[in-house]
């Protein structure tokens, strides 16, 4: 692996950095942990999300022409350190901006990517992603929500599950089943969809941590126009692929998410006392925290390694889901130990709510066992199971 920065990522990182501190606010960064539960809190990400957008912020990713940096993967590794290490707040269109929206350049038209791509960035437009189906889990390619061609529409039946904002969405990338005698991978179509139109009824799903950030979505006999086809008629695996092949590219938030929320836990832990001494000077505790700061460093090597190999013409998308294994069950681990030394039974607070939000770790973005079939078939070369 070859991986060090370049003088041009050198000062893109102070550039972002510089912006940050003259922008961001404590009331920003709170808002980012309440946005499920609190109107305001989502009032204030939406400002948010639509300053950085208007500062060429809010997709350094994207080419120009739709209102990015063209950062390249170096720089996109800086902007994701830098905000992480500043916890500005993920966007609310994270999944729109770093998964649809590269499948909309590659596959949209003219019309969809002009008027949609920048609206996305802004958070003028809320968007989601209609993947997951009761039954389905991960299996995209049993999904069993249809579409049928009636004249100059789609009609869609169906229900999707486990969608992040479907409740507040005004678009969703949709995947149905548009013939259901080809094989399971070849039937598939991708559709984008209006969410206000007649027959859609989004559902808010309230999660362990008391947020409702998820959704489940109903579909009946929705007639959705046919120029809403993103990609080829039964051609919706291959756009699946690019989209997912995206959030693998997102490997290098995982890392810094995780050593900030390891200083934010030293940083706790060294003003508690249990059983009458300061926690971190318990030799069972720093043994955790230190089994935890060498997992992050290998966490870190493979994030990079995924990156770099993007950087050199490689293919990434193998460790980049390695890296997210490793991230769930890290993230578990380091919510215990929280929870284990800070926390007792019925508490509430930021910790106790990771607690409970870190149980979704290996299940959000690819189960483990998807990304570990991956890691299986790509990186050890092992047949298909």
Not at 124 to 142: F, K, N, V
Not at 267 to 272: A, F, N, P, R
Not at 300 to 309: F, G, M, Q, W
Request: net charge negative.
């Amino acid at each position: 692996m070859d991986f060090s920065y370049s003088d041009e990522a050198v000062r893109f990182r102070k550039e972002i950095r510089t912006w940050l501190a003259a922008h961001l606010t404590p009331d920003v960064i709170a808002a980012g942990k309440h946005r499920g539960t609190d109107p305001y809190a989502f009032a204030t990400l939406l400002a948010w999300n639509a300053k950085m957008a208007d500062a060429g912020w809010g997709a350094v990713a994207w080419p120009r022409e739709y209102g990015g940096r063209e950062a390249t993967p170096l720089e996109q590794l800086v902007y994701a350190e830098e905000t992480t290490r500043a916890k500005v707040p993920v966007p609310l269109n994270i999944i729109g901006i770093n998964n649809i929206a590269p499948a909309i350049m590659q596959y949209g038209t003219a019309a969809q990517r002009h008027e949609l791509l920048l609206r996305m960035q802004r958070a003028d437009d809320i968007w989601c992603q209609g993947m997951s189906e009761p039954e389905s889990g991960s299996d995209l390619a049993s999904l069993r929500t249809r579409a049928v061609r009636d004249g100059d529409s789609f009609v869609v039946t169906g229900q999707k599950i486990w969608t992040s904002l479907g409740h507040r969405a005004d678009w969703c990338q949709l995947y149905v089943r548009t013939d259901p005698e080809a094989p399971p991978h070849k039937g598939i179509s991708c559709l984008i969809v209006d969410m206000s139109l007649p027959g859609i009824d989004a559902r808010p799903l309230v999660t362990l941590n008391g947020d409702a950030d998820f959704a489940e979505v109903f579909f009946d006999e929705v007639r959705v126009p046919a120029d809403a086809l993103l990609g080829p008629l039964d051609g919706g695996w291959q756009v699946a692929a690019t989209t997912l092949s995206h959030e693998r590219a997102g490997a290098a938030r995982l890392y810094a998410e995780m050593r900030v929320r390891l200083l934010d836990l030293v940083s706790d832990l060294g003003t508690t006392e249990i059983s009458g001494r300061v926690a971190t000077d318990d030799p069972a505790v720093l043994r955790r925290l230190g089994e935890l700061d060498v997992r992050i460093a290998c966490l870190e090597v493979l994030c990079k390694r995924a990156i770099s190999a993007g950087l050199h013409g490689g293919d990434g998308f193998a460790d980049a889901s390695l890296a997210k294994s490793v991230w769930g069950e890290l993230g578990q681990d380091l919510a215990e130990l929280a929870f284990d030394t800070l926390c007792e039974d019925g508490a509430t607070g930021p910790w106790a709510d990771f607690r409970l939000t870190a149980r979704a770790l290996t299940i959000a973005g690819g189960t483990t066992q998807i990304n570990k079939n991956i890691t299986a078939r790509r990186v050890l070369g092992l047949p298909r199971s």
